[in-house]
C-alpha cells in the first residue's frame, strides 16, 4: 500500500494485465456486501462509518480460511461481546514498544518475524544494509520495516487481535462454533494498515488443487447471474434464404433485444422482449433482405426480480 497507493482507484485497487486486484482494505467491495462503509458518488470516494456489526466475509484464502473485514466480536469466544475493529499485530519498527528505531540505527537488521515465518536469519553483513530512512525510502517503504508486536513482549488478545499470520481464532456469524479466520486490517479512518489482508505467511496449508472435473452427481441450483456475460453465437446461416438463427448465453429471467446494423451505425430492433427461460436462447431474425452484410447484436433489456 505504501508504495503502490499511488496507483489505486477509490476503491483501493488497480489492473495488472486483466486482473484487477485489490492489495489492501477494498472499501468498494465491503460496500457492495454491506460493510461499515458509505460511499459517496458525487466524490467517487468511500468512507469509513462503522455501524456497530460484525464485519462480512470477503472472500476465502489459498489455505481454506475466510477472511473477513475489519470488525469482529471483541471476546473471541462470545458472540454477544461488543464489535470492534481489530488491531494489527504489526507495528513500524519507529522505536515504539522496544523496537529498533530504524530512523536512528538505520536498515541494518531484519525484525524476528523473518525467521519465525520464512526462516530467514535476522542478521545481515554491511553489504546487505537497506538504505537509510528517507523521503525516497520512507519508514514502511519495505516489508521489514515492521514488527510483530508479539515480538517486542505485547500480549495477544489484549494489546492486539491478530497473530503474525492476521489471523485469530474465533466465533463469527458464519461459524458460531469458531474458525480460524483472517482480517483486514485499518486505521480507525479506513486507512489501510500492515499487513494489509493476509500476512506474509499461510496460517493453514495451501495444498488443495485445480478441480477440473466433478464425478458424483449434482444439482445444479441455479446459473448465471446479473453480471453473466451475455455472448451471442451465429447457429446458422442459410445463404440461399438468407434466415439467420442467433443463439447466445443468457441470465436465467432476463428479457433481450435483437438488433442489427448495416453500416454500424444506425442500430434497429429486430425484435423485442424476447424472454430467457434457461441458460441459453435461440432466435430466428428471418432473412437479410439483400443486403451485402449485416451485424447482429444482444441487448439485456431487463432482469427478473431475485427471491430472497
Not at 460511499?39 to 477472511?67: C, K, R
Not at 487481535?161 to 458460531?176: G, Q
Amino acid at each position: 500500500y505504501v508504495n503502490e497507493g499511488v496507483t489505486f482507484d477509490a476503491a483501493n485497487a488497480h489492473q495488472a494485465g486483466s486482473q484487477y486486484h485489490y492489495h489492501a482494505n477494498p472499501p468498494g467491495l465491503r460496500h457492495a456486501l454491506g460493510d461499515s462503509v458509505d460511499y459517496d458518488g458525487d466524490t467517487n470516494s468511500y468512507i469509513e462509518n462503522f455501524f456497530g456489526s460484525h464485519s462480512p466475509i470477503l472472500g476465502w484464502v489459498a489455505d481454506g480460511l475466510p477472511i473477513y473485514g475489519p470488525y469482529g466480536y471483541s471476546d473471541p469466544l462470545d458472540s454477544s461481546s461488543p464489535v470492534r475493529r481489530m488491531i494489527s499485530g504489526y507495528q513500524k519498527r519507529d522505536g515504539t514498544n522496544g523496537s529498533d528505531n530504524l530512523n536512528t540505527v538505520g536498515r541494518q537488521s531484519l525484525p524476528q518475524w523473518v525467521d519465525t515465518l520464512e526462516g530467514r536469519t535476522t542478521g545481515l553483513n554491511a553489504s546487505q544494509y537497506g538504505p537509510d530512512v528517507s523521503a525516497t525510502y520512507i519508514l514502511g517503504h519495505y516489508l521489514e520495516d515492521y514488527a510483530f508486536k508479539g515480538d517486542l513482549g505485547l500480549t495477544l488478545g489484549s494489546d492486539f487481535d491478530l497473530n503474525a499470520f492476521n489471523a485469530r481464532y474465533c466465533v463469527t456469524p458464519e461459524f458460531p462454533d469458531g474458525t480460524w479466520a483472517y482480517f483486514t486490517c485499518i486505521e480507525e479512518d479506513g486507512t489501510p494498515a500492515f499487513p494489509y489482508n493476509i500476512s506474509l505467511a499461510f496460517y493453514g496449508d495451501p495444498v488443495s488443487g485445480a478441480v477440473n472435473s466433478i464425478n458424483e452427481s449434482v444439482t445444479v441450483l441455479f446459473q448465471g447471474g446479473a453480471n453473466k456475460e451475455d455472448t451471442a453465437r451465429l447457429e446458422s446461416f442459410d445463404g440461399l434464404s438468407g434466415e439467420v438463427t442467433i443463439s447466445w448465453d443468457i441470465v436465467e429471467g432476463g428479457s433481450y433485444r435483437i438488433e442489427s446494423t448495416e453500416d454500424m451505425e444506425v442500430w434497429n430492433a429486430e425484435e423485442s422482449f424476447v424472454a430467457a427461460t434457461d441458460s441459453r436462447a435461440t432466435h430466428d431474425v428471418g432473412p437479410t433482405e439483400g443486403a451485402l452484410s449485416k451485424f447482429y447484436r444482444i441487448v439485456r433489456e431487463s432482469l427478473a426480480g431475485y427471491d430472497e
